[in-house]
């Protein structure tokens, strides 16, 4: 798959459907639940918002990360929750409704967060004169399109033929998640040093995926939240939008390099979310 194609037609079509997909499934109710029910969505939020980002630039500095790769890392760590996270909150019993509020406010929440923190992290991990820049205002019209537009088509499509919704959700994810794949591939068949990236960036992207994971777990459970809402908060705290962050990275920074974490990270994400799967899908749901 070539640069040009990847970049103007297989990102976009692949982040459209993913967030599409995700539109299919939400209705206004989802919203009001925040209003309503504030105290796990608060925490969900928080985790996602603020320790994630917090964290991730914490293990930049730990895992001494070349800038390329510590900036993809928050990149990584700016994007929210997805289709994919609602699926194994799904299958691992837990509350599907708060996992797609979660992903739902943080989807939107990230037109704003994502600009200002990469831009700060390029700042900080490339310096003033990064070759890349990535323009506040212009960013966030694009996020404002390509991630707003797709969910409110969703949402419309769900109110007026819900049925219909219905029956296209699978089939969204599953195109979603193998455009996923092709999309990785991509990435990884650029990429001239594969090896050493992965070897610089894997420890960092899988350390972030399974301790923000065992993190939202244990401040669930400190706040006294029900185990349903625990494993969703660690779900969606630990593993996020990968097609978002390859879209960003190689489409927005035009960067393979920037993208590798997310590519490192979006393979193992799918082996944690097994193993929640397991773990938590086959026991009786309780309190």
């Known amino acids: 798959m070539s640069s040009e194609l990847l970049k103007q037609i297989a990102l976009p079509i692949a982040l459209f459907v993913v967030l599409f997909g995700m539109g299919l499934s939400l209705v206004p109710t989802d919203f009001r639940r925040v209003v309503l029910q504030p105290k796990a969505k608060i925490i969900g939020l928080g985790c996602q918002l603020f320790l994630l980002p917090a964290f991730a630039f914490a293990l930049a500095l730990i895992f001494r990360l070349p800038g390329e790769l510590a900036v993809g890392l928050m990149v990584l760590a700016a994007c929210p929750g997805g289709a994919t996270s609602n699926v194994i909150t799904h299958l691992s019993k837990g509350d599907t409704a708060l996992s797609v509020t979660l992903t739902a406010v943080s989807s939107m929440a990230c037109v704003f967060t994502i600009p200002w923190i990469v831009g700060w992290s390029m700042d900080w991990f490339l310096g003033s004169g990064a070759a890349v820049a990535l323009p506040f205002w212009k960013t966030l019209a694009q996020l404002a399109f390509v991630t707003i537009l797709p969910i409110l088509c969703g949402m419309a499509l769900r109110h007026a033929r819900p049925t219909l919704a219905v ?18 591939a991509a990435a990884i068949a650029r990429e001239k040093d594969l090896a050493h990236q992965f070897a610089v960036a894997g420890p960092a992207a899988i350390t972030l995926n399974l301790v923000m994971m065992a993190l939202g777990f244990g401040i669930a459970r400190l706040a006294g939240l029900p185990r349903s809402q625990r494993v969703t908060i660690a779900i969606e705290t630990g593993i996020q939008n990968g097609t978002l962050a390859l879209a960003i990275t190689l489409g927005l920074l035009e960067s393979p390099s920037i993208a590798m974490p997310a590519v490192v990270y979006s393979l193992f994400m799918f082996l944690s979310g097994a193993v929640m799967i397991g773990w938590f899908g086959r026991r009786p749901a309780s309190s």
């Open 167 to 184: 029956r296209l959700e699978r089939p969204a994810n599953i195109f979603a998640l193998v455009f996923l794949a092709l999309i990785i």
